[in-house]
């Protein structure tokens, strides 16, 4: 792209109008800049292809011109310094003869979506309710984080753990503009169950039919009150359970409590009316959202998390729990502690969470696939080191800085370089070394912990087991088991994958280009003398180390090699494009590989 910006064209145009004012605090800004980014990086409606850009100004930002309509798209853009490309440096306008308008994220995707004429008006309406619901319902960034950083950094055992958790939130899938979207919740309902405000709210419970339950191995013999409740909450729940008649037939579960008020009665209506299913009055105990949403953090028991099927859509999902999920956690964590008993390094730095224990509702054919057991359900994890920082976290500062969760575990003046190289030999370097085996964990900054020790990084501790990605003849190759995932639709399946390029792919596009990426622009954006060129050649050097010590056959360590740093493009998580032409939002985000310049491609940056 070049010159200055050609006289409108004509197109379909469509404007919008939108009476709010940009939200002025930062995550709103946030948002702006991963949508355009994003917009411009697919090239959704030719931002890319079809923008001008005009020559460096003294800052060294362009002015960019897109021809929308009866008028111009402009911004300022910067060079994008982790690979090559633009990224966008200030606001967003729409420019007609009739004036000038600025935009905020909401704004700026009406008019990407205006000029798209093939979408359809009810992708269009949804998607653009996506995004007014994240920007109505989003509290003030540094307001609501401020209680939560003074708990990061207050040495509590209980509470920094959690407020971590919560700080996650915020960044917790950086570079989608619609991570915060929750389709089905209100504003009142986001703040009230949403992580990033920390709220405090109560467990609801159900009691269910033993013939209609169904439990994981890893269950047996305790139900869930038992590891949840204290004594006096378990000898109330255990009395209301017994003045019903309900003790010895049937088996106390707990519900998220949106759960409990809009999905039970009308989804689960046979069974309440049969007296299979009995909403209970009991309450407790209180919990928090973690970044996950749907999964909750309890205050009183630190390293113990509960996950809760919740009919609310993010980045375009129902958050359900479905069972053939929690058991293809089960060979996926298999899997794992195969993979780290093999690799000593693997074994000296990474750890497994303990999810083996679930229960679901069983349909009377004991159909795993029908949608009602995904309806109905919990899972426990035991993380077996506390405290351990969510990745996510490092990446979150809401004041600028060095990030508060890192300023925790490292002190008020860490040494980034030190502990980015530490931090990047963990996440990538667990990711290339599993690679290289068959597997790849999903290792994104909130599927990952860090554990400190002396203020340095010293394990990685890895969680939700349930998309363990697998190339079954790297498998096979070394001796490790292929998990017997349950699949439902080969044709999409991604759990399996045929070719090792598509399983390296993962870990370019997750812990390379989305959790690591997050972390180094954070500790670039803190002033201390970092930048992303230092992050991008430590990330270099990583592959080497990983793969020099790694016990597979040469050919394999090439190929990871080749697609990490020779290659002059990479893989590239899509995430608007396939939203768009997604006719409808399933258990399984919308998602797909483009390709993108490599930012560890030789010469990148110089």
């Given at each position: 792209m070049n010159?200055?910006?050609s006289?409108?064209?004509?197109?379909?145009y469509?404007?919008?109008?939108?009476?709010?004012?940009?939200?002025p605090?930062?995550a709103?800004?946030?948002?702006l800049?991963e949508?355009?980014d994003?917009?411009?990086?697919?090239?959704?409606?030719g931002l890319r292809s079809?923008?001008?850009l005009?020559?460096?100004s003294?800052d060294?930002?362009?002015d960019?011109?897109?021809?929308?309509?009866?008028?111009?798209?402009?911004?300022?853009?910067?060079?994008?310094?982790w690979?090559d490309?633009?990224?966008l440096?200030?606001?967003?306008?729409f420019?007609?003869?009739r004036?000038t308008?600025?935009?905020?994220a909401?704004g700026l995707l009406?008019?990407a979506?205006?000029a798209?004429p093939?979408?359809p008006?009810?992708?269009r309406q949804?998607t653009?309710?996506?995004?007014d619901g994240?920007?109505?319902?989003?509290p003030?960034?540094?307001?609501?984080?401020?209680p939560l950083v003074?708990?990061?950094?207050?040495g509590?055992?209980v509470?920094a753990?959690?407020?971590?958790?919560?700080l996650?939130a915020w960044?917790d899938?950086?570079?989608h503009?619609?991570a915060?979207?929750r389709?089905g919740?209100?504003r009142?309902?986001?703040?009230?169950y949403g992580?990033?405000?920390g709220r405090?709210?109560a467990l609801?419970?159900?009691?269910l039919a033993?013939?209609?339950l169904?439990?994981?191995?890893?269950?047996?013999?305790?139900?869930p009150a038992?590891?949840?409740?204290?004594?006096?909450?378990?000898a109330?729940l255990?009395?209301?359970?017994?003045?019903c008649?309900?003790?010895g037939?049937?088996?106390?579960?707990?519900?998220?409590?949106?759960q409990a008020?809009?999905?039970l009665p009308?989804?689960f209506?046979?069974e309440?009316?049969?007296?299979?299913l009995v909403p209970?009055?009991?309450?407790?105990?209180?919990?928090?959202?973690?970044s996950s949403l749907?999964?909750?953090?309890l205050?009183?028991?630190?390293?113990l998390?509960?996950?809760?099927p919740?009919?609310?859509?993010?980045?375009g999902?129902r958050r359900?729990?479905?069972p053939?999920?929690?058991?293809?956690?089960?060979?996926?964590?298999a899997?794992?502690?195969?993979?780290?008993?093999r690799?000593?390094e693997?074994?000296?730095?990474?750890?497994i969470?303990?999810e083996?224990?679930f229960w679901?509702f069983a349909?009377?054919d004991?159909?795993l696939?029908a949608e009602?057991?995904?309806?109905l359900?919990c899972?426990?994890r035991?993380l077996?080191?506390?405290p351990?920082?969510p990745?996510a976290?490092l990446?979150?500062?809401?004041r600028g800085?060095?990030?508060?969760?890192?300023?925790?575990?490292?002190?008020?003046?860490?040494?980034?370089s030190?502990?980015?190289t530490?931090?990047a030999?963990?996440?990538?370097?667990?990711?290339?070394?599993?690679?290289?085996?068959?597997?790849v964990p999903?290792l994104?900054?909130?599927?990952?912990?860090?554990?400190?020790?002396?203020?340095?990084?010293?394990?990685?501790?890895l969680?939700d087991?349930?998309?363990?990605r697998?190339?079954p003849?790297?498998?096979?190759?070394v001796g490790l088991?292929v998990?017997?995932?349950?699949?439902?639709?080969?044709?999409?399946n991604?759990?399996?994958l045929?070719?090792p390029?598509?399983?390296i792919a993962?870990?370019?596009?997750?812990?390379?280009d989305?959790?690591?990426r997050?972390?180094a622009e954070a500790?670039?954006?803190?002033?201390?003398?970092?930048?992303?060129a230092?992050?991008?050649q430590?990330l270099?050097?990583?592959?080497e180390?990983?793969?020099?010590?790694?016990?597979?056959?040469?050919a394999?360590?090439?190929?990871?090699?080749?697609?990490?740093?020779?290659r002059?493009?990479?893989p590239?998580?899509?995430?608007l494009?396939?939203l768009?032409?997604?006719?409808a939002?399933?258990?399984?985000m919308p998602?797909?590989?483009?390709?993108a310049?490599?930012?560890?491609?030789?010469?990148?940056?110089?």
């Amino acid at each position: 792209m070049n010159a200055v910006p050609s006289i409108p064209a004509p197109s379909r145009y469509i404007a919008r109008d939108r009476p709010r004012a940009p939200a002025p605090h930062g995550a709103a800004r946030e948002i702006l800049s991963e949508l355009f980014d994003a917009l411009w990086i697919e090239d959704v409606a030719g931002l890319r292809s079809r923008g001008i850009l005009g020559g460096p100004s003294e800052d060294g930002t362009h002015d960019y011109a897109l021809a929308l309509g009866p008028g111009h798209l402009r911004a300022r853009v910067r060079p994008d310094e982790w690979r090559d490309g633009v990224r966008l440096a200030g606001g967003t306008r729409f420019e007609t003869a009739r004036g000038t308008r600025e935009l905020d994220a909401a704004g700026l995707l009406a008019l990407a979506l205006d000029a798209l004429p093939d979408l359809p008006p009810a992708i269009r309406q949804r998607t653009l309710a996506a995004m007014d619901g994240v920007l109505d319902a989003l509290p003030d960034r540094e307001a609501a984080t401020d209680p939560l950083v003074a708990q990061a950094l207050s040495g509590d055992a209980v509470a920094a753990p959690l407020a971590w958790e919560r700080l996650a939130a915020w960044r917790d899938r950086p570079f989608h503009p619609l991570a915060r979207a929750r389709g089905g919740f209100d504003r009142a309902e986001s703040l009230a169950y949403g992580a990033e405000a920390g709220r405090y709210f109560a467990l609801s419970w159900c009691a269910l039919a033993r013939d209609r339950l169904d439990r994981s191995p890893g269950a047996a013999p305790l139900d869930p009150a038992a590891w949840l409740l204290d004594p006096s909450q378990r000898a109330l729940l255990a009395q209301e359970m017994e003045a019903c008649g309900l003790d010895g037939s049937h088996v106390a579960l707990p519900l998220h409590p949106w759960q409990a008020a809009h999905v039970l009665p009308e989804r689960f209506a046979p069974e309440i009316r049969g007296g299979r299913l009995v909403p209970l009055d009991f309450r407790g105990p209180l919990v928090a959202a973690t970044s996950s949403l749907r999964t909750v953090a309890l205050p009183t028991r630190p390293g113990l998390h509960l996950k809760l099927p919740l009919d609310v859509r993010t980045l375009g999902v129902r958050r359900l729990l479905p069972p053939q999920s929690l058991h293809n956690g089960l060979h996926g964590a298999a899997l794992l502690a195969a993979g780290i008993a093999r690799d000593p390094e693997l074994a000296r730095t990474v750890l497994i969470a303990d999810e083996t224990a679930f229960w679901h509702f069983a349909e009377a054919d004991g159909d795993l696939y029908a949608e009602r057991p995904g309806l109905l359900g919990c899972a426990l994890r035991r993380l077996p080191v506390a405290p351990a920082v969510p990745l996510a976290s490092l990446a979150v500062a809401p004041r600028g800085g060095v990030p508060p969760a890192l300023q925790a575990v490292a002190g008020d003046a860490p040494d980034l370089s030190v502990l980015f190289t530490d931090i990047a030999g963990l996440v990538l370097g667990t990711a290339l070394r599993c690679a290289c085996l068959g597997f790849v964990p999903e290792l994104h900054g909130q599927n990952a912990l860090v554990a400190f020790e002396s203020g340095r990084p010293r394990r990685l501790i890895l969680r939700d087991h349930d998309t363990v990605r697998t190339a079954p003849d790297w498998l096979a190759g070394v001796g490790l088991p292929v998990p017997a995932y349950l699949v439902t639709d080969p044709r999409r399946n991604s759990l399996l994958l045929r070719r090792p390029e598509d399983l390296i792919a993962y870990a370019q596009t997750l812990a390379l280009d989305v959790a690591l990426r997050a972390v180094a622009e954070a500790f670039a954006a803190a002033g201390r003398g970092f930048t992303l060129a230092q992050a991008r050649q430590i990330l270099i050097a990583t592959v080497e180390a990983a793969l020099d010590g790694v016990e597979v056959p040469a050919a394999r360590k090439a190929l990871v090699a080749s697609c990490l740093v020779a290659r002059p493009d990479a893989p590239f998580k899509e995430v608007l494009a396939p939203l768009l032409a997604a006719p409808a939002l399933t258990t399984s985000m919308p998602s797909r590989l483009g390709r993108a310049p490599n930012p560890l491609a030789p010469g990148v940056g110089r």
